[in-house]
C-alpha cells in the first residue's frame, strides 16, 4: 500500500506531536500524517521557515519519520518553482539523524522519505509537486 494523507484528530495530533518532541524540534505540527501502514511508516511535516536563506537566521524545515520503529529526524531548507504549469520543490536536508542499526538500510529510507515528501508538498499546496530531495550524510544515534 503507498503513502496516504491522513488527517489527525486533536487527540491522535497532540500524542503522536508529545511523542515527537522527545527527539525532534516541533514548531508547527500539520495537522495530518502521511502513513504507509503496510510498512509501518509515517512522516509529519513540523513546521519551519526553510524557504527562508540559512544566512537569515530563520529556522529550517523540520520533518520526522517513524520509520518501521526506529525515529528519523530531518531538518533542512527548500526552493519552490513553478514553470510551464508543473510545480517543484527543492528541499536540501542539513541534517537527517538516524539510528546507527538502520545503516544499512539507508537507501531505502531515502526512497521513503521520498516519496513521504511528495505526498506532503503536494497536500500542503492542493496541487500535484514533483519533489527533489537532497540529502546529507546521516548522523547516527
Known sequence: MPF??????????AELEAKVRKFQTVLSMTPAQIIDRARDIVFLGLGGQGDAPPIRGEPPNYYAMFWKGSRIAMEGHHKLQSAGGVVT???TLTQLTMPDDRRSELPEIQRSAQEAMELYWSNLHRLPISVTLHFPAPVYY
Do not use: H, I, N
Open 4 to 13: 496516504v494523507y491522513e488527517p489527525l484528530d486533536e487527540k491522535a495530533r
Open 89 to 91: 520543490v527543492t528541499v
